[in-house]
Structures are given as C-alpha cells and as structure tokens.
C-alpha cells in the first residue's frame, strides 16, 4: 500500500511570512494527525482529525496555526505569521482509527527553517 | 507534555552486540508503544504492548513492560548496522473526547558500528 505523501519536503521562509503544508493519508485511514517535531526531541501532537471532523486541536497554537481536512481525506496545515521557533519537522501521521492501541503511519516529513 | 522519557539519550555499539533502551513514563497507560526513527524520514511502528502485557517479542525486537515502576525496555539482539536510527517510546494519553493522544518520549539514537 502506498504510504503517507506529504509535501513540500523542504521550506524556507522568513519569519512573518505564511507556508502551507499538505497531506495525503494511507487510503482508508480515518484519522489523521499533525505532530511538530524539534530537534532532537519526540514528535508532538498538533491536531487530530477523525474523517473531516477535529477530535483534538488541545496544543495547536491557534492564534497562527490551522488545520483542515476538507472531504476527510488530505489535509492542510497553514502557519500565519511565521516565527523563528516554528522552525522544525511537521510530520502527517494516519491510522486506521481513533484508538490508542493503532499504529500510526507516518509521512517522512516537511522540514521547515524561518530566517 | 512529554510523558516516556527515554535512557540512554544515545547508545553506540558493535554489529552483532545486543541494544537496551529503557522508556520511563509518569501516569497509568493502556498502552506503550515502541518507533523507529532513521535520519530524515519519518518514524516507523515497531511493536505495541498492553499494560496487561510483561513481555513481547517481534523477531530482533523483545520488549518488556513494567507498570509498578512505569517502566518499558526495548532489546534490539544481534544489531545491524541497518538498525542505526532513533528510537522512541509513546504512550497513550486520554485527553478526552476518546482522542487517545499518543505522548512521545525524546528518544534514544543508537548507533550502529559496522
């Protein structure tokens, strides 16, 4: 099975400015996560969705950050303004549902740098 | 907030040597599970044991659980220089609404010597 698509992998940006993020999950997967991962730390969740609908958005920083998964399949997340600590790897994860003993299957990644 | 936090923060070892990391973790689970990560990509599900579980194996990989002292080994036996990648622990987290937000630890990155 074709795994999770995500793109670009690379952006660079000055801060202030806006980037978009886009993701492609496993077919027939449905939910879907965003995770920020910093150097040298564990990915952190950013937002979950279950089909189109959002079942945790707790740490998304939402006065910058937003998230859409419009038909309840790809999603978008879009950073406005950018500030130099977003610098880091955004990370697309999918699973088949909603429940802590699911494997998630993760996108290899974008890696965004703010100037 | 990170909950599994992850010992050592890096491991170097021959080829053919056994790997341990240890996972610590601070409230009751359901679940731990163990991830792969190599340089650049992104992480890979390795194996997942339930908190009624002591032990599990996965071919190469064995994998301990511990609830009285919230504690998970991963065993990596007779290591490959393929197996050069950070390792990361997560456990679930009920955060409500049943999202079951899976919290990961900062992880080990072991590295493998041919």
């Known amino acids: 099975e074709a795994g999770v698509a995500q793109s670009p992998r690379y952006k660079i940006i000055e801060k202030r400015q806006s980037v978009a993020f886009w993701c492609n999950p496993i077919?027939?997967?449905?939910?879907l996560y965003w995770y920020q991962q910093i150097l040298g730390q564990g990915p952190k969740l950013l937002i979950q969705?279950?089909?189109?609908?959002?079942?945790?958005d707790s740490q998304l920083p939402k006065d910058r950050f937003s998230a859409e998964r419009l038909k309840g399949v790809d999603s978008t997340l879009k950073i406005q303004p950018a500030k130099l600590e977003d610098s880091a790897v955004y990370l697309c994860?999918?699973?088949?549902?909603?429940?802590?003993?699911?494997?998630?299957?993760f996108g290899d990644g974008t890696r965004l740098s703010i100037l | 907030s990170q909950q599994g936090e992850e010992d050592p923060q890096a491991l170097s070892i021959q080829e053919g040597e056994n790997a341990t990391m240890n996972c610590s973790y601070k409230?009751?689970?359901?679940?731990l599970q163990w991830y792969r990560q190599n340089s650049g990509r992104g992480l890979v599900h390795l194996i997942l044991?339930?908190?009624?579980?002591r032990e599990k194996h996965s071919g190469r990989l064995r994998v301990t659980l511990d609830t009285s002292k919230k504690s998970s080994s991963l065993l990596i036996t007779a290591s490959r220089a393929a197996d050069t990648a950070s390792y990361f622990c997560?456990?679930?987290?009920?955060?409500?609404?049943?999202?079951?937000?899976?919290?990961f630890g900062k992880g080990t990155k072991l590295s493998v010597i041919p």
């Open positions: 969705f279950q089909n189109n609908g959002v079942v945790d």
């Open positions: 044991i339930r908190s009624n579980e």
């Open positions: 994860a999918s699973s088949l549902e909603s429940a802590s003993f699911a494997a998630q299957h």
């Open positions: 409230t009751s689970i359901n679940n």
């Open positions: 997560a456990t679930d987290d009920d955060s409500g609404a049943g999202s079951y937000q899976l919290t």
């Open positions: 077919s027939g997967h449905a939910t």
